[in-house]
């Protein structure tokens, strides 16, 4: 089961998620991510720190927040990422499109 944590500082939307994020979870964050506008947004920072494990369907939601993202100049922030859930963006060179940070 995943939690999700949505908060807006002027420009920065910050997403604060715990558990794995799974099929329902990316599901989750697409729901949550689709009740935003968007346009005001400069920056979305996901932290990761209650994060251990990222399936498919998760990274592929980060790709189509990264693709909105793009299309008005914003830009998305991965904090607190577990050392497995960094090796994995690596080898998916996810760290070429996202600024990604350790744990």
Same mark, same amino acid.
């Given at each position: 089961?995943?939690? $999700?944590?949505?908060?807006?500082?002027?420009?920065?939307?910050?997403?604060?998620?715990?558990?794995?994020?799974?099929?329902?979870?990316?599901?989750?964050?697409?729901?949550?991510?689709?009740?935003?506008?968007?346009?005001?947004?400069?920056?979305?920072? !996901?932290? !990761?720190?209650?994060?251990?494990?990222? %399936?498919?369907?998760?990274?592929?939601?980060?790709?189509? !927040?990264?693709?909105?993202?793009?299309?008005?100049? %914003?830009?998305?922030?991965?904090?607190?990422?577990?050392?497995?859930?960094?090796?994995? !963006? %690596?080898?998916?060179? $996810?760290?070429?499109?996202?600024?990604?940070?350790?744990?």
């Amino acid at each position: 089961m995943m939690e $999700l944590q949505v908060n807006q500082e002027q420009s920065t939307l910050r997403f604060l998620v715990k558990g794995n994020i799974d099929e329902v979870g990316a599901e989750e964050l697409k729901s949550r991510f689709k009740e935003i506008n968007i346009s005001s947004i400069k920056e979305m920072v !996901f932290d !990761f720190s209650g994060v251990t494990h990222i %399936g498919s369907a998760g990274i592929g939601k980060l790709l189509l !927040f990264y693709k909105d993202m793009a299309l008005i100049g %914003g830009k998305i922030r991965i904090e607190n990422v577990s050392a497995t859930v960094y090796e994995l !963006f %690596g080898v998916l060179k $996810l760290d070429t499109i996202f600024t990604i940070q350790r744990a």
